[in-house]
């Protein structure tokens, strides 16, 4: 398959460069040409539990130099996702397939303002990944991709796109409801992100303080009294769920916390910011999400 990653920072370059290792024709479009030129001349190197190892894989900045692509898979930041969709318009036509992974809600529904919505799987993944350095990233961790039709007319390619990942050994699963799988990433995303990247924290140090823990449990109990009334069905227990996956990355620094270091634009919009925006709306009070939300928004307007 010919594949094109859009937005080759850790999680871009960790997956095409598994799906590349599987056969597939992988490049790499990004905008960062220092990266672009690192992998170019030396292969992406990965680091994973101690060992290394060099993938030759294509990368570039110019979309116009990619042929056509029968699977664009997204993965930039949700503030660049109106761009990756005229990308994925042009790489990709009208018929074929386009993925989202990113982080956050409404990328989907960007991607749709200019794609066909029958082209449109949409996702979740709990790898993980750490961009290192020009040409360098680490698996920071594994484990199942989840990933849906965003229309019912899409699920054909759907299950296309979950062969050609598990032949990659990206474990990944179809569901037909996706949206109830994006919330609950989201309600992960909301327990971890934006608490991280203000206290400069990794995941796991969340659990060390019962401040912290209290914050958390503050922040997702309101993003999923905001799911409730979205008519969301929420499976088991989220708070306890946040608080396994933070103890399963105790190591890692959260993206966000990773995007504050570097001082890059974060998607908080897009994660406790999208919980405020639907609250709003829905006449919900979210003090907490409200809170986060700001303390984000203020810090990378001064960096």
Not at 39 to 44: C, F
Not at 68 to 95: C, M, N, Q, W, Y
Not at 216 to 233: K, L
Not at 277 to 301: C, D, F, H, S, Y
Request: hydrophobic residues 45%; negative net charge; charged residues 15%.
């Amino acid at each position: 398959m010919n594949i094109t990653v859009i937005g080759a920072g850790a999680m871009g370059s960790l997956f095409g460069a598994l799906l590349a290792e599987a056969g597939n024709t992988v490049t790499l479009l990004d905008i960062h040409r220092e990266h672009v030129d690192a992998v170019n001349a030396n292969g992406l190197s990965i680091e994973k539990t101690g060992d290394r190892r060099i993938v030759a894989i294509l990368a570039t900045t110019d979309p116009g130099r990619i042929g056509p692509t029968d699977l664009s898979i997204v993965f930039v930041k949700s503030t660049h996702t109106a761009a990756a969709a005229e990308t994925a318009a042009r790489l990709s036509g009208k018929t074929d397939l386009v993925l989202t992974l990113q982080n956050g809600m409404g990328n989907a529904d960007t991607l749709a303002e200019t794609l066909e919505p029958s082209q449109i799987i949409t996702g979740t993944t709990s790898h993980g990944a750490t961009f290192l350095g020009p040409g360098t990233i680490r698996h920071a961790g594994e484990g199942d991709t989840v990933i849906g039709p965003w229309a019912t007319a899409g699920m054909t390619g759907a299950e296309q796109v979950a062969e050609v990942f598990c032949r990659a050994n990206i474990v990944t699963r179809v569901v037909v409801d996706v949206r109830t799988v994006l919330w609950a990433k989201l309600l992960i995303n909301v327990g971890i992100n934006a608490i991280t990247a203000l206290a400069g924290i990794k995941n796991g140090q969340i659990l060390e303080m019962e401040w912290s823990r209290q914050l958390s449990r503050a922040a997702v109990e309101e993003a999923m009294a905001v799911a409730c009334a979205q008519g969301v069905a929420i499976d088991g227990d989220p708070v306890e769920k946040v608080f396994q996956v933070a103890a399963a990355t105790g190591p890692n620094r959260s993206s966000m916390g990773q995007d504050v270091d570097n001082c890059r634009l974060t998607e908080i919009a897009a994660i406790n910011g999208f919980i405020v925006r639907i609250a709003e709306k829905a006449g919900i009070p979210v003090p907490v999400n409200r809170t986060l939300t700001a303390l984000v928004e203020t810090l990378q307007a001064h960096y």
